[in-house]
């Protein structure tokens, strides 16, 4: 069982969505820069954005595949950002809006309202597993 | 007083010049509708909105869209006064519609959404951020009147 062409470019789709929405939020959300100031380059496309974007969407990707226990499936990472990384929850909400934002310039036709709905739901509820254990 | 640059005046009126006001707008409402469902206590008058198809395709809230865009549009006109031009639009949307002020942000995210989806790659972040920042300052002047 090898990667197909297709297999490949829905891959790399996924870590471009990852650098691209991360770029995006630093922008047009400017206060999320505030958790980045140990980076030299926070602009679009930099290394640092480009490389952090992929380790997200990395792990969006695992909550997908744990779909159906995220508060379980999630403690560590709860853990990472609620004692280590100390992200206010509020911008989870933010880089989810992005996320779907890119979504929507890459995949207009794909990203109908039922898949809006759904994919924001599942967001949020990724949202909340990531703040298990904030308290 | 908000602090447009050219760059974000211009981007703005770029954007409005781009998008189809009657895609867009009924667009919007209606991704609002059925993104978050319980924004349907203000339509109650609009008749089935029972699932994503009703919506999508009910005339009522396809108008509704197109009235939002004009509002939208009074405030490119108005950029250094958004404020002042949406005085009565948030004492509507206050004592008359008594629409909580939370579901603004939620429209906004929607338009986002649907302009992203109509301008593709020309949404770049820059336009992104400039079109975030309207928002923002529209939905903050529609919020100004609630007390």
Not at chain 1, 54 to 71: C, F, P
Request: hydrophobic share 45%; proline share 4%; charged share 20%.
């Amino acid at each position: 069982m090898s990667l197909t062409e297709k297999d490949k470019a829905a891959v790399k789709s996924v870590d471009a969505i990852g650098a691209e929405a991360l770029g995006r939020m630093l922008l047009v959300y400017p206060q999320t820069k505030t958790y980045f100031s140990h980076w030299p380059d926070l602009t679009p496309g930099s290394a640092p954005v480009v490389s952090h974007g992929k380790q997200i969407m990395g792990g969006v990707t695992e909550a997908v595949s744990k779909i159906d226990n995220l508060r379980g499936g999630l403690l560590e990472l709860s853990e990472l950002h609620a004692f280590k990384l100390r992200v206010d929850p509020s911008n989870f909400k933010i880089l989810a809006q992005t996320i779907m934002v890119v979504v929507a310039a890459m995949f207009p036709n794909d990203f109908t309202p039922e898949a809006h709905v759904a994919f924001d739901k599942f967001l949020a509820a990724v949202a909340l597993g990531l703040s298990e254990r904030y308290r | 007083m908000v602090a447009w640059t050219d760059l974000e005046r211009v981007t703005i009126k770029d954007i409005f010049s781009k998008i189809d006001y009657e895609v867009v707008g009924p667009a919007a409402i209606s991704r609002c509708l059925i993104v978050y469902p319980w924004t349907q206590r203000y339509f109650a008058g609009f008749g089935n909105l029972y699932n994503a198809a009703a919506i999508t395709s009910n005339p009522k809230v396809a108008a509704h869209g197109k009235v939002v865009m004009q509002g939208l549009e009074k405030a490119v006109k108005n950029m250094d006064n958004i404020k002042a031009t949406f005085t009565e639009l948030s004492t509507l949307h206050s004592e008359k519609l008594q629409v909580d002020p939370d579901n603004f942000m939620l429209l906004g995210d929607c338009l986002a959404i649907v302009v992203a989806a109509q301008l593709g790659k020309d949404f770049t972040p820059v336009v992104h951020a400039a079109f975030q920042k309207f928002l923002a300052v529209v939905v903050s002047s529609l919020r100004r009147q609630y007390y």
